[in-house]
């Protein structure tokens, strides 16, 4: 058997004839009478075709085109050739970007179309063995590409086909955000906006208008309406950056969007539906944050349809030197000549316990170029003191939790700060008598911040409560 063909039309003259002209040349034909039938059985992974043809099927809607774009991406072999009836049956602005799907003149003969289906069989089979050798080689391409080998191409084609929210798990630098848009590029989304939010880099407040936006006169300051990156990215993929960190408050908002797909600016009674893929990466153990209050735990099972670990540098010895040579290229001037990766610097790099991960590595590669010296790289990683090693991230329930000694101390330090942090607030609105303007020019900090770390710690609260006591 040659081949598998889907003939999709919706004339039952076309069929017969299709029948007829392939049945001599040993093809294997299926008939699909409309567009929703074919989609349906296209879709399946498991589907073994090698050509669609769309027979004198109307297709007008971009939809359509974005559908068979996306078939396209689960089945890179196969040919998909559209055969209108007239040149009334397709848009003149025809939306195909994929080298996979054609267009077709209408032929001059039966013939003429079975040998146009008969050359793109012989095509979808070369590229089917070209898939084959390069999932055998995908450990150093894909190293190469900078995609972690243990990652096949086929899992990372089907995770980001799935459109289901994802979770990735690792420590800093091991290269979560890279796999996120991995992800985004073998997902129907791929031509879509992908945009990044770090939850750990902004006060709560600023989150909260970056993801949903606000409207005019929600705040101090809030002259137009702005889009939030949810409104931005519709149809896209958002990837919130250490995730772990969101304050608790604009966790349950995140929730609601999970939940319902609708947002609601800051300051506005309008509701606005979204379509967005939510990617979030973390460096922390959310289980534990879940025992100790600071993440929700319904946020977590939202988040965690499924779970990617991203395993450190260190953990990944095969990668290290490929990296390296892609990392050199990278950052090598124009005309410069590559410095030579010494047998011995190989040893040292091999050796080293990378606490930075991916992200030192690519400094250490950048050092290189400036140095041109393989023997004062070599010394200097020989001389880094070893850190400990970060502890692992949660994935299960032998996580190791820290010892108890330790645990308290972290939590005394926090109290200290939190202790500290309040005092200033208050000896700032005491020295401007509590003009709450002032007090946060006299700090330094943005009005809405001040009044946010107001309410965390309930200092306003505290005042007129003293105030009723008083009065009484």
């Not at 108890?404 to 309040?422: C, F, T, V």
């Amino acid at each position: 058997m040659l081949g598998e063909i889907v003939v999709v039309g919706e004339h039952r003259d076309v069929h017969a004839c299709l029948n007829q002209g392939f049945g001599e040349r040993d093809y294997s034909l299926l008939s699909l009478k409309d567009i929703p039938e074919a989609v349906l059985y296209l879709r399946d992974p498991a589907c073994t075709a090698s050509v669609a043809l769309f027979c004198n099927v109307t297709m007008r809607r971009e939809q359509d085109f974005n559908v068979l774009s996306e078939i396209s991406a689960i089945h890179p072999h196969l040919q998909i050739l559209l055969l209108p009836e007239n040149s009334r049956s397709l848009p003149i602005d025809l939306p195909v970007r994929n080298g996979n799907i054609r267009m077709l003149s209408k032929p001059a003969s039966m013939d003429d179309l079975v040998e146009t289906v008969q050359n793109s069989v012989s095509t979808a089979a070369i590229l089917t063995e070209k898939a084959k050798q390069n999932e055998k080689d995908s450990e150093s391409e894909e190293s190469i590409g900078g995609t972690l080998p243990l990652f096949s191409t086929a899992f990372l084609t089907r995770v980001g086909m799935a459109d289901v929210p994802v979770l990735l798990h690792g420590e800093t630098g091991v290269g979560k955000e890279v796999m996120a848009r991995r992800l985004c590029a073998y997902s129907p989304r791929a031509h879509k906006p992908f945009l990044k939010l770090n939850c750990a880099a902004l006060p709560s407040e600023l989150v909260e208008s970056e993801l949903f936006g606000y409207e005019k006169g929600a705040f101090t300051g809030a002259v137009i309406d702005k889009p939030g990156k949810f409104e931005i990215a519709q149809g896209g993929t958002i990837l919130l950056d250490e995730i772990g960190d969101m304050d608790i408050r604009l966790q349950a908002k995140l929730l609601q969007v999970l939940q319902d797909g609708e947002i609601q600016p800051l300051g506005g009674n309008r509701t606005v539906k979204v379509n967005v893929r939510v990617l979030a990466a973390t460096h922390r153990d959310l289980r534990r944050a879940i025992e100790q209050g600071t993440f929700r735990e319904d946020l977590y099972y939202r988040l965690n349809v499924i779970n990617i670990v991203i395993p450190p540098l260190r953990d990944r010895k095969s990668e290290i030197l490929p990296l390296a040579e892609v990392l050199l290229g990278r950052h090598l001037r124009p005309g410069a000549v590559m410095p030579e990766i010494t047998t011995e610097l190989q040893q040292a790099m091999m050796e080293y316990h990378w606490p930075g991960n991916v992200r030192e590595l690519e400094n250490i590669m950048r050092r290189f170029l400036v140095y041109q010296s393989s023997s004062m790289l070599i010394e200097e990683l020989m001389n880094t003191v070893p850190c400990s090693a970060p502890k692992p991230v949660a994935t299960s329930n032998h996580y190791r939790h820290m010892d108890g000694d330790n645990s308290s101390s972290i939590d005394r330090l926090a109290e200290k700060s939190r202790q500290a942090e309040s005092k200033l607030l208050l000896e700032a609105l005491e020295a401007t008598r509590w003009n709450r303007r002032q007090a946060a020019v006299r700090l330094n900090l943005e009005y809405r911040a001040f009044l946010y770390k107001l309410q965390k710690y309930g200092i306003a609260d505290k005042r007129e409560k003293s105030e009723a006591e008083y009065g009484s």
